[in-house]
């Protein structure tokens, strides 16, 4: 018989079914290796479950969610760029100083000068602090190598980062942007990025495809290559659209299903129904958003009102969003874009999980994963409330406690 480990006494947060949150008063749950066997009130836990029981815990009416999941970040690269938001401070624009060098071509500068110890070692540090706040699923994208060598050495630094208790899912962000020794050749860069993704893919390295369609990055045609190099492999894409104007890039990303389109501050009405027709997620980042102080915001409620699912992310990085919050981010999605804090929860689990192609994962339901986060809180509408304080008190992943 299969060991079954029991909690009870919990406000679940099940986000499925139809009551506001999924919300179940006085709710238990039991799992069976990394799954979820069962969830409901513990009157009605089947007998056979009952006999099987090796381990039971009381939750003291504690608040439990799905475990959180961060589906957009850039978490590998090496130094930082404090100094860049000091120049934007004095005046200079992000697309300034993009286009004078600094930027993501300065990341990658330091990311190429950085060992993988070295890039391993500083991405730790910043997966720990996500960690400590609930995440149990997250995304990291590369981008900061911009060669064949630099991009794998990112990649693997990533996929090592499983080792420190999280679910990591790897995306190749090869079309970041054009380094310096592909200057004036940006055809033969999305070429040579296009080339190198088999052997990445070969050597497990690669769960997704991304490109940074915008002026200041890739342009539509050059992004469709780069998606059909992907789909000749079988990889899903994603991509970041219409972040500083509008490219099309979600209409594109729509012919070639992708999982989600992020940013989206300048999305159209024609791109919000293409995103529709193809059940694409929307990844709202409100830090970058923040950090680098746009006044254009999402079109929320043209998203809401065609039932594209919104997820809601950190976009972890060093040029625009340099948060490690997942959490404040839960805040800043319903302070600056309104969403609220029942659909900013969704958009850190459910709709995030969706935005990875993740089935598995997201809500508390017999048959998913038993990833989930026990807060010492009275509500969820508490995780959008706060910001700078953590309230978690456990998290545990496949059913084994972290914390
Ligand atoms: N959009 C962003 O917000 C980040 N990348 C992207 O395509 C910024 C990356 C950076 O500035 O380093
Ligand atoms: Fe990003």
Redesign the pocket.
Known sequence: MRRTKLWRNAKLVTLAGDQPWGMLEQGAFASQGEHLQWVGPLAELPEDLRASVVSEVDLGGAVVTPGLIDCHT?LV?GGQ?AHEFEMRLNGAS?EEI?RAGG??RS?VAATRNATEHQLYAQAAHRVLKLLAEGVTTLEVKS??GLSQAAETKMLRVARRLSGLGVDVRTTY?GA??VPAEFEGRQDEYVQAVCDWLPALRRDGLVDAVDA?C?GI?FSPAQTRKVFEAARALGLPVKL?AE?LSDQGGTQLAAEFKALSCD?LEYLSDAGVQAMAASGMVATL?PG?YYF?RETKLPPVQALRDAGVPIAIST?H?????PTLSLLLMLNMACTLFRLTPEEALRGVTIHAAKALGLADRGQLVAGQRADFCVWDIEHPNELSYYFGRNPLRQVARGGAERK
């Open positions: 850039h690269y760029r992000y993009a930027g993501i990341t981008g900061y962000l970041h942007a940074f915008e990055g970041h972040q940013h980042l970058a680098l976009d990085n060093p040029g625009t969003s």
